[in-house]
């Protein structure tokens, strides 16, 4: 079976600093892509950032380029996003997604899902 398991979501003041974990299982993990999307309340759900199945390549979205790093640790099967800086339009939940091989911004890319963790950045 599948699972994709986020946490570390927490509520954090402006300025402040999280780190998401997304841990994995039912995949092979080296095989996979990583991607962390987050959808705030009344908006569509968008891209923050994605890591290659190599590692070597990260992505990430303007609004986070310099504040957010997303890595991975094919030794617990688990992807993270350090996010530092935050800001309270980063309030949102938080979803991990995986893909065999394909790294891409696109949510459509994606076959394997989180349930989410939640975010909240006060001012």
């Known amino acids: 079976q599948v699972r994709l398991v986020e946490s570390g979501g927490g509520l954090v003041q402006a300025g402040g600093s999280l780190r998401l974990s997304c841990a994995t299982s039912?995949?092979?993990?080296?095989?996979?892509?990583m991607g962390w999307f987050r959808q705030a309340p009344g908006k569509e759900r968008e891209f923050v950032a994605s890591?290659?199945?190599?590692?070597?390549?990260?992505y990430a979205e303007d609004s986070v380029k310099g504040r957010f790093t997303i890595s991975r640790d094919n030794t617990k099967n688990t992807v993270y996003l350090q996010m530092n800086n935050l800001k309270p339009e980063d309030t949102a939940a938080y979803y991990c997604a995986a893909n065999q091989y394909v790294a891409s911004n696109k949510a459509r890319d994606y076959a394997y899902w989180g349930q989410g963790t939640q975010v909240f950045v006060s001012s």
């Open positions: 890591i290659q199945w190599t590692g070597t390549s990260t």
């Open positions: 039912g995949l092979t993990f080296r095989e996979l892509s």
